[in-house]
């Protein structure tokens, strides 16, 4: 399996080749992705790379799906994608692409994993707008220009997809949902990065060497690599028991917002048929060392009061 180190100089790799072979690497996207620009987000030194596996993402996107229970479609735009210069996610396990075929020939592809990028900046400058992230399958001896879901949902794209099998269209539906789905995975992967308890940041191993020569040729920094992991093990659960106390000692979970009972002097605080209340927000207790909990909340029918 590949690490994100060699599929980034695998992309460079096959972006030159493109060019020296004379083609146009600056044939744009609706989205307005082309290689080149595609080759500028992979070798900026300012570039956030990310490597992470699924056993970490979908926890994460689960976690995630509380914080947006709380918030409108729009904060999550606002608040998660934080990050104004270019960042890179590698999925090496991500086996949904698996079947992908190119286009030109109908070959099967082999394909190694997922790459998603985001570049906050780049997007309003193109776009004026926030965008959903670009995906790029990792394959071999094989390049294409990243699409985002605006590019599979245009036209020319669809009439190319369907060109091969006109009753594919649930496929097609099932292939945008995968893009959405990434989008959604980057921003889960950044979000529990702003979250140093719950999460580790390690370099890529396995990869001093390619490294080492990506910092030569474009002078990526070698510390610009990561890999991120759930903070776990025996030995954090003693740490989180001796720093944190036992109230932590629990699977990581999102409790939701309450009222409690307060004083008038208090922060915060609505009265309510005669009586004070604090509103507590939304928050996290418990580490993933102890277990990851997705809960959603189901009122009961002795929580409703009808008017």
């Not at 926030?130 to 399958?137: E, M």
């Not at 990869?207 to 002078?219: D, P, T, Y």
Request: include cysteine; charged fraction near 25%.
């Amino acid at each position: 399996m590949t690490n994100i180190c060699q599929a980034i100089e695998e992309e460079l790799r096959n972006i030159q080749f493109v060019e020296d072979s004379g083609e146009d690497i600056y044939k744009t996207m609706k989205s307005g992705m082309s290689l080149a620009l595609w080759r500028e987000i992979l070798s900026n030194p300012e570039t956030m790379r990310i490597e992470a596996s699924m056993d970490f993402i979908k926890p994460s996107m689960n976690l995630l799906d509380n914080i947006l229970e709380e918030n409108n479609y729009d904060d999550y735009f606002d608040h998660i994608h934080m990050i104004e210069g270019p960042v890179i996610l590698y999925i090496p396990d991500f086996k949904k692409f698996d079947n992908t075929v190119n286009v030109s020939n109908g070959e099967l592809l082999d394909v190694d994993g997922v790459l998603v990028l985001h570049w906050l900046e780049k997007d309003f400058e193109i776009n004026g707008a926030i965008h959903h992230a670009w995906v790029q399958a990792v394959t071999k001896n094989f390049i294409s220009i990243p699409m985002s879901v605006e590019d599979v949902s245009e036209d020319s794209f669809i009439e190319k997809y369907l060109r091969r099998d006109a009753t594919n269209k649930d496929s097609l539906k099932e292939f945008q949902i995968y893009y959405r789905q990434l989008h959604y995975a980057l921003a889960s992967v950044i979000y529990m990065m702003k979250k140093p308890n719950f999460a580790t940041q390690t370099i890529v191993s396995n990869s001093r060497g390619v490294r080492k020569r990506l910092e030569k040729k474009k002078g990526i920094p070698r510390e610009r690599w990561s890999r991120i992991q759930w903070n776990v093990g025996q030995n954090v659960q003693r740490e989180v028991r001796e720093t944190m106390g036992e109230e932590h000692c629990t699977a990581l979970h999102r409790v939701r917002g309450f009222y409690r009972k307060a004083e008038s002097h208090y922060n915060n605080v609505t009265k309510i048929e005669g009586n004070w209340f604090q509103w507590i927000k939304p928050f996290w207790r418990g580490h993933p060392a102890f277990g990851i909990i997705k809960s959603t909340y189901a009122p009961k029918i002795e929580d409703i009061k009808l008017q």
